[in-house]
């Protein structure tokens, strides 16, 4: 039965498609006027746009103009003109809604018109996709529709230097992955000039596949990291061999459903004889604990040639959902290492995190965000209530007529696969593409070689065959041809029946040498007749495919989520064309075996195994096993925004402080409140109990020596107090807060003001760069283990929330601390240049040679990629001011200041 919130959601659907209708009604009336136009006429009509913008003139009220301009441009340079669903779909994304839009829709093309009409505000739009590939071969594409009417595109690609990129973000229009436009954010936030910054803001952004990035790929984290200190530890390899002497069963339990693990007593006395210890739960012992659990689980939970595969000494992910080998990315949390360990290859330490941020938070960040996707609509609650994005389906250009068949459910895997390739072997005898999704490289290179035995030829693609994937599923609608996928690898190419034309025309392009925006006049010369002959070579074979049924996807397993399947079974069937569906299922595939299919074994008890079942009680099955996982999956995506909000509203808090400081405030003001607040938390320590008597001054001003060279003695203070007797705790905050001023005056004397600014300014941000990832250490060991407090009948986010409170607190007191008495003992160097002396010289930390960014993969699971810094290429920052400190002798340098100053 329907949620109240779907009801409404529903209910607020229709409104919106009466609205979007009467768009298209206006856009519709204004086409024949603009088709008279001229080139440079139509061009001329975006300095117009521009113009009322600025005049005051909303965005809605130009829709119907801007989208009239864009597509009598996209058939001018393209050849195509924007179908009425699809300007419904373009002015859905517009209002910042979620256009559900099925496979071969033309999807890429709807996000020209919102893309351009939000553009002539000049913030900037973000079109979001799930690889570089698409970004760029969307980015050359669509940027001739944009190109043609005077706008710029730019393309964020992996790799590319800061200067690229920060051009890249200037144009009208950037596209990019969501896990780029992360990592900008992120990177921006490490930023040690205004020079280094890359982003200009967070207006609008349109995500391609969005449920794919905004709902499968939630809950894994984007991640920068350097490295920590110290060597792999040696433990992970203790715990692999260990855990080789343990049992299932005996020792410790395993919850494939939940992968999580439990140890036994028996495994707990085996593990404390092993070592050597009494009691592996007392306090020093805990880390061992992390080291045993991930080594059962890398035993257990994470198979060899499923999960990963070992390619020259190294363990390398493979993508869930893709199949795909996750070059370069690593498993989190100690896990990569006890695999590595497992598998006896080099053991590579861990990383520290230097900045983070969910997906569901970034993109939170924009003032406007819409999506397009196939597969929305069973997740419409979810993404009201995570991005209040409303999801409107948007009809079909032409009615769907493919044929989706009932599952086959086979006894084994051995039948289900025989009768796989004998129906892949009938419709490829007559013609018929077949498209088949696996769910692992496993199972595609075991089919594969059942088709080789039948003489079947096909394309495999999965972790070990992708470069060519794109060009590989552009081509899987031709006649005869046979594509073995794993999962929805290559998603995002259209599979045209007969051939992608498009796709060819490009690549024929590509041979002649032509770029779309070097070449870019020659490009939109030599366009239409290449285009025209690459249709004319489908066109023929486009009827034949039709003739004998269109494409047949077959599916050999379900997948847990019910989306994923409806994506594969999407690839068929587009703009009106015929096409054909079916699932082939056994008794061992994973959903069946870790779910409740007690119903469909009792059924085929007696049944021959080449005998399959096609019974409604078999998908009731599915369907509520799907249903209990999908919401499972939803809880765990809630549960990790409620915490990554906490930590995000502390994040926000640090970047906008530290986005001040990086833009130039005057420091100054910030900090003397540094050192007021710090001398006066030091005094408050040593003052709040007793009488003045029972004070201990000579403490205090040890504690004081730490934070800067005291010229005051207890002795001085007494004395202008009037006795010991007299001294109050407010008498001697004043005191020793008038001393630090004018110690902190005469510095400023020695330097000069605009290199104490400076210095200021990159001291804060020192310090700042060192406390947070500091901090988000602490929290991530807060959060692992905070769930143990319900046992206590505790919440544990509320006692997350307070106790992440008290430690952003404490952060950002040590922070003040830490930036005060750093800048009173830091030693400066002039550099003398010509006669003045020259400015004083002051010397940043040096970076990393390297960073990590680790991210969430196309549809799951995490991709982990080197970088070198500016430090590791070498390049040095000319303008950066030399900061040198020797925080080891400081409190000895305190002292000979104040014996100095004592003598004096």
């Known amino acids: 039965m329907a949620s109240f919130l779907e009801k409404v959601l529903r209910t607020g659907d229709k409104k919106v498609l009466t609205r979007l209708r009467s768009y298209t009604t206006a856009i519709n009336s204004l086409e024949d006027g603009f088709r008279e136009l001229s080139d440079a006429e139509l061009r001329a009509e975006t300095d117009a746009f521009r113009a009322r913008v600025a005049d005051g003139e909303s965005l809605d009220r130009l829709l119907p103009e801007a989208f009239a301009v864009v597509r009598e441009a996209a058939s001018r340079t393209l050849g195509q003109r924007h179908y009425d669903v699809q300007l419904m779909g373009g002015a859905a994304l517009h209002l910042g809604n979620i256009a559900e839009m099925k496979t071969g829709e033309g999807k890429t093309l709807v996000a020209t018109a919102p893309a351009y009409l939000n553009a002539l505000s ?54 990019g992955t969501n896990n780029e436009f992360g990592f900008d954010y992120l990177r921006d936030n490490m930023a040690w000039s205004p020079d280094e910054l890359v982003q200009r803001g967070h207006s609008f952004a349109i995500v391609d596949e969005v449920d794919s990035i905004l709902i499968d790929e939630a809950r894994t984290p984007l991640i920068i990291s350097g490295p920590a200190s110290g060597e792999a530890n040696r433990w992970y390899t203790e715990f692999g061999r260990l855990v080789q002497r343990l049992d299932a069963g005996t020792d410790y339990e395993v919850d494939e459903k939940k992968r999580t693990v439990g140890v036994l007593e028996s495994g707990i006395e085996k593990v404390e004889d092993w070592l050597g210890i009494d009691n592996l739960y007392e306090a020093q012992n805990t880390p061992l604990i992390g080291f045993l659990n991930n080594a059962i689980k890398a035993k257990e939970l994470f198979r060899a040639n499923k999960d990963y595969v070992v390619l020259k000494g190294e363990v390398m992910i493979v993508d869930e959902h893709t199949g795909r080998i996750l070059a370069g990315r690593r498993y989190n ?36 965000l819409a999506g397009m996707t196939g597969t929305a ?23 769907l007529v493919r044929i989706d068949r009932p599952d086959l459910v086979y006894k084994n895997e051995v039948a289900k696969f025989a009768a796989v390739v004998k129906d892949i072997e009938e419709r490829h005898a007559k013609g018929q593409p077949v498209l088949v999704g696996t769910v692992s490289v496993e199972k595609s290179e075991y089919l594969s070689k059942l088709l080789a035995q039948r003489g079947v030829r096909h394309e495999v693609l999965n972790a070990k065959n992708h470069a060519r994937e794109a060009a590989i599923v552009a081509q899987a609608g031709r006649k005869g041809a046979v594509t073995v996928a794993t999962n929805m690898a290559g998603r995002g190419t259209d599979i045209m029946l007969g051939g992608n034309a498009e796709f060819n025309a490009v690549d024929r392009m590509r041979e002649k040498g032509l770029d779309p925006q070097r070449d870019a006049e020659e490009y939109e010369r030599v366009w239409p007749d290449v285009v025209a002959g690459c249709e004319e070579e489908t066109r023929a074979e486009h009827q034949e495919v039709v003739d004998v049924g ?97 930590l995000n509203r502390q994040r926000e808090a640090v970047y906008r402080d530290r986005r001040r400081v990086l833009e130039g405030d005057d420091l100054q003001e910030q900090i003397v409140q540094f050192v007021d607040e710090v001398v006066t938390s030091t005094v408050q320590d040593r003052t709040a109990v007793g009488h003045p008597e029972d004070w201990d001054l000579d403490g205090l001003w040890e504690s004081l020596r730490t934070i800067y060279p005291v010229t005051l003695s207890v002795d001085e203070v007494v004395e202008e107090a009037g006795g010991r007797t007299r001294l109050t705790a407010e008498f001697l905050r004043e005191q020793i807060l008038s001393d630090a001023r004018l110690v902190y005056d005469q510095r400023e004397e020695e330097v000069g003001a605009e290199a104490m600014r400076n210095l200021e300014r990159r001291v804060l941000l020192s310090v700042i760069g060192r406390k947070w990832p500091e901090h988000l250490y602490e929290m991530d060991y807060l959060k692992e283990g905070i769930g143990l407090r319900a046992m206590a009948q505790r919440d544990p986010l509320v006692e997350y929330q307070r106790e992440g409170y008290a430690m952003f607190q ?24 010509g006669a003045d002396g020259g400015p ?4 940043i930390p040096r970076q990393p040679g390297f960073l990590q960014y680790t991210a969430p993969a196309e549809t799951g699971g995490t991709q982990t990629r080197t970088e070198p810094t500016a430090a590791g290429r070498g390049e040095d920052d000319a303008d950066a001011a030399e900061v ?20 004096g």
């Open 122 to 175: 000049g913030k900037g739009v973000h079109v979001v996709t799930v690889n570089d590939y698409l970004a760029e071969y969307q980015a050359n594409l669509m940027g001739r529709v944009y190109r043609f009417l005077g706008m710029e595109t730019g393309v964020v690609l992996a790799n590319q230097d800061p200067a690229t990129r920060r051009q890249q973000y200037v144009a009208d229009i950037t596209y």
């Open 840 to 843: 004083v010289d002051l010397q």
């Open 884 to 903: 040198s400190a020797n925080r080891a002798g400081r409190r000895a340098r305190a002292r000979a200041a104040s014996a100095e100053s004592a003598e």
């Open 333 to 368: 949390e100690g896990m990569h290492q006890a695999i590595e360990a497992k598998e006896g290859v080099e053991i590579k330490a861990e990383n520290q995190t230097l900045a983070t941020v969910t997906l569901q938070n970034y993109f939170r960040l924009y003032e406007k």
């Open 810 to 833: 404490e952060m950002m007191g040590a922070i003040r601390e830490e930036t005060v008495s750093t800048l009173y003992r830091m030693e400066i160097r002039r550099q003398r240049v």
């Open 550 to 646: 269109g494409l047949y996807v077959l599916g050999t397993e379900r997948h847990e989520s019910r989306r994923i399947d409806n994506q594969l079974r999407g690839r068929s069937g587009r703009q009106g064309d015929p096409g054909e569906s079916r699932f082939y299922l056994s008794l061992a595939d994973d959903l069946m075996r870790l779910f409740n299919a007690g119903a469909a074994q009792r059924l085929m008890a007696g049944a021959p195994d080449d005998t399959a079942l096609e019974h409604k009680i078999v998908s009731r099955a599915i369907a509520s096993a799907q249903s209990q996982v999908e919401g499972r999956n939803a809880e765990q995506r809630k549960n990790v925004l409620k915490y990554d909000d906490v």
């Open 377 to 399: 609509e069973t997740e419409a609650a979810e993404f009201m209530n995570t991005y209040g994005l409303g999801v409107v389906s948007i009809e079909t250009h032409r009615p």
